[in-house]
């Protein structure tokens, strides 16, 4: 299920050849527009060779090679074959590190959680895989309680794919740890129809798809009583970014929602991302201890 690239073609021995047309895909709002303008340009090819031309791109997020991972394996899922070309070496190697490229480099620094693909009934399997690689050293001080709450809301991210999004292909993971800029990053990315599809299958319907995942992303909103979105673990995790000046963000379909610090933006994408992502950004520079003063209460975090 990795990507496979080489580093040149002539055009004319591919059937199709697409342009990836930005310098940059990082975890916001123009990375995922970027993601979703791919997505359109090859989503519409069946039983087709595509070729995906980096040539203009000039940076990418390491973790967001779990929704590049999304994108291309819904289009496999077509019967078509997808190969990446002129993507720099520096690219190459950080996309290699972090196993979504094939020719899997090894991570000296120890700074890449590996982007992995989970089966939707994988629930144990990716609870070991963030309580391996998450809670790093660098991450800021949790007591025992809160650590528990902090994986459970994990955990619950990936419920939601399990539950509502009834995507075809597996879930997709991975993270990096940038120690310059003082960040950890964790995305988890499904292929499922989207916040909006199973909110309107439960007859919840919403005038956007941005509007969709702000109501979900509310404490005891939820499609079904007991499902994720809405979880305590879900709400601990928008506190704690909150405390931590972190971000978690998601972008589902042709809708975007972001939690920057105490601040909350909605925009409407151009375009369709292949299902849900959802982003984690944890601020490693925070050097204060959290504690949870209920375990039912996600706002008693101190």
Same mark, same amino acid.
């Not at 199973?198 to 005038?207: D, M």
């Not at 956007?208 to 079904?224: L, P, V």
């Given at each position: 299920?990795?990507?496979?690239?080489?580093?040149?073609?002539?055009?004319?021995?591919?059937?199709?050849?697409?342009?990836?047309?930005?310098?940059?895909?990082?975890?916001?709002?123009?990375?995922?527009?970027?993601?979703?303008?791919?997505?359109?340009?090859?989503?519409?090819?069946?039983?087709?060779?595509?070729?995906?031309?980096?040539?203009?791109?000039?940076?990418?997020?390491?973790?967001?090679?779990?929704?590049?991972?999304?994108?291309?394996?819904?289009?496999?899922?077509?019967?078509?074959?997808?190969?990446?070309?002129?993507?720099?070496?520096?690219?190459?190697?950080?996309?290699?590190? #972090?196993?979504?490229?094939? /020719?899997?480099?090894?991570?000296?620094? *120890?700074?890449? !959680?590996?982007?992995?693909?989970? @089966? %939707?009934?994988?629930?144990?399997?990716?609870?070991?895989?963030?309580?391996?690689?998450?809670?790093?050293?660098?991450?800021?001080?949790?007591?025992?309680?809160?650590?528990?709450?902090?994986?459970?809301?994990?955990?619950?991210?990936?419920?939601?794919?399990?539950?509502?999004?009834?995507?075809?292909?597996?879930?997709?993971?991975?993270?990096?740890?940038?120690?310059?800029?003082?960040?950890?990053?964790?995305?988890?990315?499904?292929?499922?129809?989207?916040?909006?599809?199973?909110?309107?299958?439960?007859?919840?319907?919403?005038?956007?798809?941005?509007?969709?995942?702000?109501?979900?992303?509310?404490?005891? #909103?939820?499609?079904?009583? /007991?499902?994720?979105?809405?979880?305590? *673990?879900?709400? !601990?995790?928008?506190?704690?970014? @909150? %405390?931590?000046?972190?971000?978690?963000?998601?972008?589902?379909?042709?809708?975007?929602?972001?939690?920057?610090?105490?601040?909350?933006?909605?925009?409407?994408?151009?375009?369709?991302?292949?299902?849900?992502?959802?982003?984690?950004?944890?601020?490693?520079?925070?050097?204060?201890?959290?504690?949870?003063?209920?375990?039912?209460?996600?706002?008693?975090?101190?």
């Amino acid at each position: 299920m990795q990507l496979s690239h080489e580093d040149w073609i002539t055009p004319v021995t591919r059937d199709v050849m697409v342009t990836l047309g930005t310098r940059e895909v990082a975890a916001d709002i123009a990375g995922f527009q970027a993601l979703a303008t791919l997505h359109g340009q090859i989503s519409e090819y069946e039983h087709t060779k595509i070729g995906i031309d980096c040539s203009s791109l000039r940076w990418i997020d390491a973790q967001l090679g779990a929704c590049l991972m999304t994108i291309v394996n819904s289009c496999r899922e077509k019967g078509n074959e997808v190969i990446i070309y002129n993507i720099s070496f520096n690219i190459q190697t950080i996309l290699k590190k #972090n196993k979504t490229l094939q /020719g899997s480099l090894s991570d000296n620094y *120890g700074t890449t !959680i590996p982007v992995t693909g989970f @089966k %939707l009934d994988n629930e144990v399997e990716f609870s070991r895989y963030c309580s391996s690689n998450i809670l790093r050293p660098e991450v800021p001080k949790m007591s025992r309680g809160l650590r528990e709450k902090f994986l459970e809301g994990l955990d619950e991210l990936f419920a939601n794919s399990s539950l509502h999004s009834k995507a075809k292909i597996p879930v997709f993971a991975g993270g990096q740890f940038f120690p310059k800029k003082d960040r950890l990053t964790f995305v988890i990315s499904d292929a499922g129809q989207g916040i909006s599809g199973s909110l309107g299958a439960a007859g919840l319907h919403f005038s956007s798809t941005s509007d969709a995942i702000d109501w979900a992303m509310q404490m005891n #909103n939820s499609a079904r009583s /007991g499902d994720i979105p809405g979880g305590l *673990g879900l709400g !601990i995790l928008q506190e704690f970014v @909150k %405390l931590n000046g972190g971000c978690l963000l998601v972008c589902s379909h042709d809708g975007y929602w972001e939690l920057r610090g105490n601040r909350v933006s909605k925009h409407d994408l151009r375009g369709i991302f292949p299902g849900t992502a959802v982003s984690l950004e944890i601020n490693t520079a925070d050097t204060r201890s959290y504690h949870m003063a209920s375990r039912v209460n996600p706002h008693e975090i101190w």
